[in-house]
């Protein structure tokens, strides 16, 4: 079954650094997510994407952050200058489409930890 | 603003009991509502989806209801087994003008002992 990959599994970083999370969504998907889940909180919307700009951002996803789809199949989340409390578990999302069945399928996962 | 609550935090039952995890949001102007399992330090599976429209929906053991008007819905594990312990989320999706943003609930943490 097709499923959302996500690039690096574990990135460490030191405050202040720029980080790129990848990702590459399910091939005939149309529509992509970032969310991210602080240990021990809910998983939260970041910003979701469409017809290759940004459709809808969270009150988190502020001037530090960026989305792009730079090909056809990968999407990327950067982070200008990281923060401690960026350290989180960032997850990328897709799906087939708008209508109502359309389910959201997600990958495993970068973990991200700021020193 | 929708706010998804999850009862309980954390379920322990022995192997072969059925068990119902419980799902309550604010918004009754769901879009769809989907049931995820997360299994430690790893990603979201999708385990079932309703639609608004319905009232259920079912895979293998797993049956998940929705009602709207009083914002609930509940997810029925039947005959669990050891490989079911996870956290087990649920989240809506807003409709209208919204892009499928998810709000998720915190999550039950259940335990499954042979």
Redesign the interface.
Known sequence: EPEVTQTPSHQVTQMGQEVILRCVPISNHLYFYWYRQILGQKVEFLVSFYNNEISEKSEIFDDQFSVERPDGSNFTLKIRSTKLEDSAMYFCASRERQGVRSPLHFGNGTRLTVT | KQEVTQIPAALSVPEGENLVLNCSFTDSAI??L?W?RQDP??????LL?I???QREQTSGRLNASLDKSSGRSTLYIAASQPGDSATY?C?G?AGGT??????????TILTVHP
């Open positions: 879009y769809n989907q995820f330090g790893k990603g979201l599976t999708s989806l639609q608004s429209s989320l989240a999706r919204s892009y499928g943003k998810l709000t998720f609930g915190q999550g």
